[in-house]
């Protein structure tokens, strides 16, 4: 349960879709005046070095990040603007995971909360924000734990949940926590990553999210190497619930940057559960 390691993956396509739909859903709270709060169910470390063996084994972050570094697409900028701060004084060696991205974005009034279970990312995510007063870090079971959390005080914000999906029952988990989730908080943003290992598998995902009767589900999906059946992770998605105005104009500009960077790359943007 506790074996995956996201530093084997970190800047890999599937960071590039879903940090850069989390920075467009963050700048569209910021909209507003009023304060919110963004929770990450999955922290993870908090921040990758590229150069790191982990990083090096895999070279996954090639076919993500390192594509996309010296892009100056619109849609994409604010999101490669997080991850330049991190490497302002050389090349792409760091890359921040989405707790780092959203502390960059948040404003003085704004908060962070993060759960993260894995023993040795938590350590590493803690002592990143140590004595940080916007930002709250626990280790502990999103599953368990993020019901106590809602509804924030704030009335306003974001559930960011990322799960690596090791077990099977993951996806059922993610179904029930976005149900009592949305029970408990009906108005907070929820935005849901999940993996495209299978066109097939990936659509039963959503059809369940779907299924739950909640409604304004908006789906971003990225699959960078079109329908090449030899890659494992062929791509990604993002199912967004109660989407703020006017995020599906801004996904489909996404969509339209990342398949304009690669012809054999697919991007779609669509309304899995309308009003």
């Not at 467009?24 to 963004?38: G, M």
């Not at 060696?93 to 938590?122: F, K, N, Q, V």
Request: hydrophobic share 45%; glycine share 6%; aromatic share 8%.
């Amino acid at each position: 349960m506790l074996s995956y390691r996201h530093a084997f993956h970190a800047g890999n396509h599937a960071d590039v879709l879903k940090h850069a739909v989390l920075v467009l859903l963050l700048n569209a709270l910021k909209r507003k005046d009023k304060p919110f709060v963004c929770i990450d169910t999955h922290a993870g470390a908090g921040r990758y070095d590229l150069a790191d063996p982990k990083a090096q084994q895999t070279h996954e972050y090639e076919q993500g990040i390192a594509r996309w570094w010296h892009s100056t697409d619109p849609v994409l900028v604010p999101y490669l603007d997080c991850v330049r701060a991190l490497n302002e004084h050389g090349p792409l060696r760091w890359y921040p995971g989405s707790p780092l991205i959203a502390r960059m974005l948040l404003r003085p009034e704004d908060r962070l909360a993060l759960l993260e279970l894995h023993p040795t990312d938590y350590a590493a995510l803690a002592a990143g924000f140590e004595g940080d007063p916007a930002v709250k870090v626990e280790r502990a079971d999103a599953h368990a734990r993020l019901k106590a959390w809602l509804p924030p005080p704030e009335r306003r914000g974001l559930v960011f949940i990322d799960p690596p999906y090791e077990l099977r029952k993951e996806e059922a988990q993610v179904v029930d926590l976005l149900t009592e989730s949305h029970r408990r908080w009906a108005t907070g943003i929820y935005a849901i990553w999940f993996p495209i290992l299978t066109r097939l598998a990936a659509q039963r995902f959503v059809e369940r999210l779907a299924a739950t009767g909640i409604r304004r589900q908006l789906v971003i999906e990225y699959m960078p190497f079109g329908e090449d059946t030899t890659v494992g992770l062929k791509g990604s998605g993002v199912v967004i619930v109660n989407p703020p105005y006017p995020l599906e104009t801004e996904l489909a500009a996404l969509c339209v940057a990342l398949e304009k960077h690669d012809g054999a790359a697919r991007a779609r943007v669509r309304w899995s559960v309308g009003e």
